[in-house]
């Protein structure tokens, strides 16, 4: 139990969404289990993050926010840094996202979303022991 959790502490963890109500549950499930969460409200926000050097293992970005989109950021992301994972979400069912599974893109959470499943998402994403 101690080396998964170790495992899980040197993770960070970038969840860009323009409802804080989202932050806010990913804030606290994350830092429940251990990880390290850093929260945008803007697709702007998140590459000032990533820009500033803050270490990234993984992205969990909304597809639409106001101002940036999320499609928009994603291609800025992977642009500058392409093997970063990103996982977009969305509570709409877009075609335009099937693209973009050819570029890298882990997976689709679709909202209202159980934290459980995020986080065997995020498990095996970043590898970590069950």
Known sequence: MMIQFLSIMNKHILVVDDDPSILAIFE???QEVGYTSLLAHSGETALEFLVEGHHIDLVF??????GMSGIETFQEIHKKYPNLPIIMMTGYSLDELKDMFSRHIYGIIYKPFDMEEVLAVIHNVLQVPA
């Open 28 to 30: 606290y499930t994350l």
């Open 61 to 66: 970005l909304d597809v639409k926010m106001s």
